[in-house]
C-alpha cells in the first residue's frame, strides 16, 4: 500500500467499511490501495470496468475512513481471507 500526495484523487466516491467489505473487496477487482496515515483515509482504485458481484458498475476510485494503517492491512486481509478470495487476488 502506497503514501503518495496528500490531496488526494478528483472524482471520488465515499464508502463505508461495511459496503468496502461486503460488494467491493469480494470481488477481486481492486488494483490498488494508497492510504494517508496522516489523514485516516484510503482511496481504493479499481481496475477499468469493474463490476460488483450482482453487475453494478463499480466507481473507479473509492474513499474509505480508516482507524491506522497497521489496524486497516490487518482488517483487509482477514476480510480477504474469510471472503475465500485466492491470495492472487488480494489487494496489492
Given at each position: 500500500?502506497?503514501?503518495?500526495?496528500?490531496?488526494?484523487?478528483?472524482?471520488?466516491?465515499?464508502?463505508?467499511?461495511?459496503?468496502?467489505?461486503?460488494?467491493?473487496?469480494?470481488?477481486?477487482?481492486?488494483?490498488?490501495?494508497?492510504?494517508?496515515?496522516e489523514?485516516?483515509?484510503?482511496?481504493?482504485?479499481?481496475?477499468?470496468?469493474?463490476?460488483?458481484?450482482?453487475?453494478?458498475?463499480?466507481?473507479?476510485?473509492?474513499?474509505?475512513?480508516?482507524?491506522?494503517?497497521?489496524?486497516?492491512?490487518?482488517?483487509?486481509?482477514?476480510?480477504e481471507?474469510?471472503?475465500?478470495?485466492?491470495?492472487?487476488?488480494?489487494?496489492?
Open positions: 500500500m502506497l503514501a503518495p500526495k496528500p490531496e488526494g484523487p478528483v472524482g471520488t466516491e465515499p464508502i463505508t467499511w461495511s459496503e468496502f467489505v461486503s460488494h467491493v473487496l469480494p470481488t477481486g477487482q481492486i488494483q490498488k490501495i494508497i492510504v494517508f496515515p489523514r485516516d483515509v484510503a482511496y481504493i482504485y479499481t481496475y477499468a470496468g469493474a463490476k460488483t458481484r450482482t453487475g453494478e458498475r463499480m466507481a473507479a476510485i473509492y474513499r474509505l475512513g480508516i482507524p491506522s494503517v497497521p489496524k486497516f492491512e490487518e482488517e483487509v486481509r482477514a476480510a481471507a474469510a471472503a475465500r478470495l485466492p491470495p492472487e487476488y488480494w489487494t496489492p
